[in-house]
Structures are given as structure tokens and as C-alpha cells.
């Protein structure tokens, strides 16, 4: 898989954001507080969701909110497959609140798939895999 774009509608403190990753490496170089850690809780977010568990220490759904109020997700354009997809999600106060599309953009037409574990469907791991192999959050390292 390989990311091509993201757009933030709302999420935690970034607003309105466009991103455009190019075929090699990318690499973000801002200061401390920008929000680099939560441009890594978005995608992930975009491809496996975010719990409402109260047993989650992280309780990403609600720290994540829009601080700023508004739309509350936004879109990733990826290439997996042979094929280009963009994945729109606008997350709820709750996870069955959530609404959620996987599109093909090479034919403009939606992709029926699984609504839980899309990230799953897709890479064929879970979450937690994911996480581990994927997905390097500071607090871990």
C-alpha cells in the first residue's frame, strides 16, 4: 500500500489540513505540538476506526474531537492492489455513529466492504497488528 493524499476535515487540533505524499520516503519536520502524532492517530483512525471503549487508556474518540468544532474526519487516497481508493470517514460520539466509504478512483464507483474492520479487509491484519508493524507512536518507542 502506499499513501497518495489526505485531506483533514476535523481532527484533535488539525483543521482543513492537505497532504500530498509523493512515491519515496516522506518525511514531516515540525515543531513540537503541530500535530505529527495526530496525523498518525488519522490514518489509522481512517482505516481501523477508533473505539468508544472506556477501558481504552488512550480514549482516542474523544481526545481526538475537533477542538474547533465541525466535521469530525476527512479522506485518504491510497494505492493497494493495482488499484486507486479513497476512504472518507466522518467519526460519531459513537462507533456505530460513524459513516463510512471506500471508493474506487480509478472507475468513481463505491466498493462494498465489511463496515466493521475495514483496515482488516484491506491489509489483512487486525488493529493491534497493525499497530505493531505499521504504526510507531513516540510513546512506544
Partial sequence: MKLLACHIDNFGKLSNLNLNFNGDFNQLCNEN???KTTLSIFI???FYGMSASRENVKMERKKYMPWQ???YGGSI???FSKGRYRIVRH????PEADEVQLLNLDNNK???FPKEGLGEWI???GKETFETTAFFPQMNI
Fill in 77 to 79: 487516497d491510497f494505492v
Fill in 69 to 71: 468544532g465541525g466535521v
Fill in 44 to 46: 489509522k483512525a481512517m
Fill in 91 to 94: 467519526f460519531g460520539k459513537t
Fill in 110 to 112: 463505491e466498493i462494498e
Fill in 33 to 35: 505540538g503541530w500535530g
Fill in 123 to 125: 491489509f489483512g491484519v
